[in-house]
């Protein structure tokens, strides 16, 4: 356990559903963040919050919606998806500053989503 | 990521060591993590270099030139449970994280 939790675990959609995934972290931490991971690729960085504030939208379709109503809370909203957005979605916290100064990030167990 | 180049995949046996090696490029290093990630759990801290030289932690150990752009996570004693990926990442100035492709380590008895 990594104080980072995530729910739901799997979910599968098709593509005119919406849903949403929500992250909740227990670490007293400042920044959250969502990442993609597809299959044989890189984590991909797709938000940064930092105080509750969006720094960093790494040029994700706006068909993912996220919102942050807390330091504590991270949802990824989702509509319209296409079959590629498939992959798992991992949120992760930090104690929180700018990304990229010595923050050791903390990762929830990740959302395994397929579209259909 | 593109700046970070870890070989995809390593296989050992129990009781080995096995070093995974890891390269970058960056015009702003912070520092480099190294995290595991077993398949289909989230990935977890190894490891944290700034400056040159070796880490120790357990049978872990971590290692960074700077000069040389290199890094390498050393595993000895190796387990079953050590089959997992290993995720070179890379703490650059002014952006955020970025990760490599991982290293698929084979733990065989």
């Known amino acids: 356990e990594t104080g980072v939790t995530q729910t739901p675990r799997h979910l599968v959609m098709g593509m005119t559903n919406k849903k949403s995934l929500k992250c909740e972290q227990h670490l007293g931490h400042n920044a959250m963040y969502w990442y993609k991971q597809s299959a044989k690729k890189p984590l991909e960085l797709m938000f940064v919050y930092n105080f509750k504030e969006q720094t960093e939208n790494n040029s994700v379709p706006s068909r993912f919606s996220p919102e942050c109503p807390n330091s504590s809370h991270l949802f990824l909203h989702l509509h319209t998806l296409q079959p590629e957005d498939s992959a798992l979605y991992l949120c992760a916290s930090s104690q929180g500053g700018t990304p990229g100064l010595t923050e050791t990030q903390y990762f929830g167990p990740g959302t395994r989503l397929l579209v259909l | 990521g593109q700046n970070i180049d870890q070989p995809t995949e390593m296989t050992a046996t129990e009781g080995a060591i096995v070093q995974i090696n890891c390269t970058y490029q960056t015009s702003g290093f912070n520092g480099l993590f190294w995290y595991q990630q077993h398949a289909g759990e989230a990935p977890t801290f190894l490891s944290y270099n700034v400056l040159d030289g070796l880490e120790e932690k357990g049978r872990f150990s971590s290692f960074l030139s700077r000069s040389k752009g290199y890094s390498y996570l050393l595993l000895k004693e190796l387990q079953m449970k050590d089959s997992a990926s290993y995720l070179c990442?890379?703490?650059?100035?002014?952006?955020?994280?970025?990760f490599g492709k991982g290293t698929t380590l084979s733990v065989s008895s």
């Open positions: 990442v890379l703490n650059q100035a002014g952006t955020a994280l970025i």
